[in-house]
């Protein structure tokens, strides 16, 4: 980030643009919803600047800028769109203590303005430093859609509430209170009578939320998937939303640890195969210790939290001390690993059955009905197979698995460091090695990528 996001008070303090173009009326049009004192310096200016000048709305100078007249500016802005009188006014600009902005010179500004949706209060900045301009008009364009006009009345009538709503305590019970004017009382009441019956309506729901009882604690156990944020659900990102505590695994992205709501306490549960781990014993007392407190919990589990998560040692923890909880299931690491290679995990006339296996339990290696694995045509999704792929080859292959029998293993799936490893049953251990790979994994046991495969069945048919 080279642009730090902020907004700057401006009530009652001097904003100096030098120019009278379209440049400068662009600039100028947005700066009028401001209550910051405007001076624009420009020898012919536009007539859209000479008629706010008339109105009173800004200061109107007819010359170009001096040293001094940027004094006491919190802001400047250089839209003559002349290089060199740009350049000119802005070093006078900074000279006199002024932040500067060049329009469409991102190399010399000291700040950027960023892509605005107006809903006064409520002031949504999109910025992509400069980068994409096209890009933020677009969010710009989804988000005053998405947006309703009524939004700004409610955040007015609700600021001037705020003082009567701290009789509520810190916490929930505010944010339940402002969830329900924002998002249901306050749209309602807008809809059938206006500001006047938002504004009346207030006191009641106030007493409403006093009087209402103390939410419990609950626990949801939440699948964030395999790593791309586009792939959490709806329902996922809603209990993230609300969530006064997430305990989360090690496999969790931060870019999706980043959607939690600002407020939330992060609580890193993370556990390694043959490496250091949190007990589920001090995960489960973490669990039921926030819940009981009155906390909304989302344990946070990477993939789905009921494949290989462990799951009912947490719920058995939860129940055991009276606390509701609920499932949030995620996309599993098997389904983003098959759809990265292109495959199927079953198909016909090759595997009616797929296996979901682990590569290693809490005792070490896992043990399987490797014989049955073995057979011609099988397909497993191995879990957590990295550090166990030497024990698998000797398992399968002494238990007469095909050598050629292709293996892929799928690194970071659905992520943008993502890597995809073709190999066979005989050269996966070397060639895992070789790989280094050391982000998570799945290890597809039966199948290999498309292009792969059908490179495979050409040769096939070429030998038959």
């Known amino acids: 980030m080279k642009h730090f996001p902020v907004f700057l008070a401006v009530e009652g303090r001097r904003i100096v643009l030098s120019g009278g173009g379209d440049a400068a009326l662009a600039k100028l049009r947005l700066l009028l919803k401001t209550e910051a004192h405007l001076t624009v310096f420009a020898p012919s200016p536009a007539p859209e600047i000479t008629g706010w000048a008339a109105e009173g709305r800004l200061t109107l100078h007819r010359r170009a800028m001096e040293p001094g007249d940027a004094l006491c500016a919190v802001l400047f802005y250089a839209a003559d769109e002349d290089e060199y009188e740009d350049a000119r006014t802005s070093a006078i600009a900074r000279a006199d203590g002024a932040l500067t902005n060049i329009v469409d010179n991102l190399a010399d500004s000291q700040f950027i303005t960023p892509a605005i949706v107006d809903r006064d209060p409520v002031t949504v900045a999109i910025g992509t430093e400069g980068a994409a301009p096209v890009l933020a008009r677009a969010i710009k364009a989804d988000l005053e859609a998405r947006l309703p006009a009524t939004l700004g009345p409610l955040a007015r009538i609700g600021k001037a509430f705020r003082r009567m709503a701290e009789t509520l305590p810190v916490g929930r019970a505010r944010r339940d209170f402002w969830a329900d004017y924002y998002f249901t009382a306050g749209p309602r009441a807008m809809d059938h009578g206006g500001q006047e019956a938002a504004q009346t309506m207030l006191d009641g729901l106030l007493r409403r939320h006093h009087s209402a009882a103390e939410r419990p604690g609950h626990v949801a156990f939440v699948g964030a998937g395999p790593g791309d944020p586009e792939l959490l659900t709806l329902k996922a990102r809603k209990a993230l939303d609300t969530a006064d505590v997430v305990i989360h695994d090690r496999l969790v992205t931060p870019e999706i640890l980043e959607l939690a709501r ?48 462990r799951l009912d040692e947490e719920i058995d923890a939860v129940d055991a001390a009276g606390i509701g909880w609920h499932i949030v299931p995620g996309i599993t690491a098997a389904s983003a690993s098959v ?111 498309r292009a792969t495969q059908v490179e495979l069945s050409a040769l096939e048919q070429e030998l038959a």
């Open 262 to 309: 600002r407020e939330a306490t992060l609580i890193d549960a993370g556990k390694e195969g043959f490496g250091p781990s949190m007990t589920q014993d001090d995960v489960n007392r973490l669990i039921t210790e926030h819940a009981t407190q009155g906390a909304q919990v989302v344990r946070l589990k990477g993939g789905d939290p009921t494949v290989f998560g």
């Open 339 to 449: 759809a990265a290679i292109g495959q199927s995990l079953t198909q016909r006339r090759r595997n009616a059955s797929v296996r979901f296996l682990t590569g290693h339990d809490m005792a070490g290696f896992a043990d399987h009905d490797w014989s049955a694995l073995a057979r011609p045509g099988e397909v497993a999704a191995i879990y957590m197979g990295k550090k166990s792929a030497r024990f698998i080859q000797g398992r399968l292959i002494m238990h007469g698995a095909d050598r050629t029998t292709p293996v892929t293993v799928v690194e970071n799936a659905s992520r943008p460091d993502q890597r995809i490893l073709g190999t066979t049953l005989d050269r996966l251990p070397q060639d895992l090695n070789e790989a280094a790979v050391t982000g998570p994994a799945l290890t597809f046991y039966g199948l290999a990528p």
